[in-house]
């Protein structure tokens, strides 16, 4: 993916908003797509993931939609919440996932 | 429970020296990990075991690195005559049965 280096995209809604999350990955053999979430200091935290024979997933407030026609993946999240501010990482694995290929972050930015 | 652990968590090594970062995965999973994650970018794969077993090493940067886990448990990853430019987080994950990747908080490591 397109390296950023220290200039993340940032996103930034207000408080009780809905978030929407956007990430374009590049191998049309990815089968598995997984959202993470990395606090400053910390290491990256599962949110949710989707199987290619999948275009939706929903889980406690947040839904994965993955569009394989043009090799988009979004997450969205509802009711934004302070506590959600972080970057958050789309990463991408072919053939059960062994090898997780990370695209460039997103800075989420929750304003009170 | 317990999580993923990593130590240390923070290490400084004057460039030349060899550094040997540890990882501690959740009991009972048979799939570990490591990535390196570099300033504000998404983790970059270096290898995978399953058991005792290095099934992929193709990302590991230069024959400097090198990682083992030979009970199939804790896994250490060793950095000969470090440079400048391995300075980064390294993040170790294991995986679920569920194919989850569940990440340690990391080693940042600086070489001065």
């Known amino acids: 993916g397109e390296s950023v280096g220290l200039h993340l995209p940032t996103l930034s809604v207000q408080e009780g908003d809905n978030s929407i999350i956007n990430c374009a990955y590049s191998?049309?053999?990815?089968?598995?797509f997984i959202w993470y979430k990395q606090e400053s200091g910390k290491g990256p935290q599962f949110i949710i993931d989707?199987?290619?024979?999948?275009d939706k997933r929903q889980g406690q407030r947040v839904t994965v939609l993955l569009n394989k026609t043009v090799k988009h993946l979004s997450l969205q999240i509802a009711a934004t919440q302070p506590g959600d501010s972080a970057v958050y990482f789309c990463?991408?694995?072919?053939?059960?996932?062994?090898?997780?290929?990370f695209g460039t972050g997103t800075q989420l930015k929750v304003e009170l | 429970g317990a999580g993923v652990s990593q130590s240390p968590r923070y290490k400084v090594a004057k460039r030349g020296q060899d550094v040997a970062l540890r990882c501690d995965p959740i009991?009972?999973?048979?799939?570990l990990f490591w990535y390196q994650q570099a300033l504000g970018q998404g983790p970059e794969f270096l290898t995978y075991?399953?058991?005792?077993?290095?099934?992929?090493k193709s990302g590991l940067p230069s024959d400097r690195f090198f990682a083992e886990r030979p009970e199939g448990s804790v896994s250490t990853l060793k950095i000969q005559r470090t440079q400048q430019e391995d300075s980064a987080v390294y993040l170790c994950?294991?995986?679920?049965?569920?194919?989850?990747?569940?990440f340690g908080p990391g080693t940042r490591l600086t070489v001065t």
């Open positions: 009991s009972g999973h048979v799939s």
């Open positions: 989707i199987r290619s024979n999948m």
């Open positions: 191998n049309s053999a990815s089968d598995y």
């Open positions: 990463a991408e694995g072919a053939g059960g996932g062994n090898k997780l290929t």
């Open positions: 075991f399953q058991n005792e077993a290095q099934l992929d």
């Open positions: 994950a294991s995986r679920s049965r569920k194919n989850e990747q569940y």
